[in-house]
Nanobody, 125 residues
Framework: VQLQGSGGGLVQAGGSLRLSCVAS????????IGWFRQAPGKEREFVGG????????VYADSVQGRFTISRDKTKTTSYLQMNSLKPEDTAVYYC???????????????????WGQGTQVTVSS
């Protein structure tokens, strides 16, 4: 599975962006999807995730209520809708896929087997 993230850019504080993660090679219909981010000088951190059947989602406290993860019915794309963006949301955002297909959202990097290349999100104050 190859993952391609897109949708990043420059936005003012309070604005919105929607990131996409498209799978190629095969669908990730049975895979859990996670989103992570890495700010300059910081470690990569979990943002949120969704199970393969979209029943369960988990979000980091820092984005709870502002970010929403979804996946479309074609089973090839996942989205990270980001609202009320803050300068501290500035980072490179990565999508990842968990092939185990469990009913629990993985929150650690080691829970994921495939990674996209990252897309830059910059929020200006």
């Amino acid at each position: 599975v190859q993952l391609q993230g897109s949708g990043g850019g420059l936005v003012q504080a309070g604005g919105s962006l929607r990131l996409s993660c498209v799978a190629s090679g095969r669908t990730f219909s049975t895979f859990g999807i996670g989103w992570f981010r890495q700010a300059p000088g910081k470690e990569r951190e979990f943002v949120g995730g969704i199970t393969w059947n979209a029943v369960n989602t988990v979000y980091a406290d820092s984005v709870q209520g502002r970010f929403t993860i979804s996946r479309d019915k074609t089973k090839t794309t996942s989205y990270l809708q980001m609202n009320s963006l803050k300068p501290e949301d500035t980072a490179v955002y990565y999508c990842a896929a968990d092939r185990t297909g469990g009913l629990r959202v993985g929150v650690r990097e080691i829970d994921y087997n495939y990674w996209g290349q990252g897309t830059q999100v910059t929020v200006s104050s």
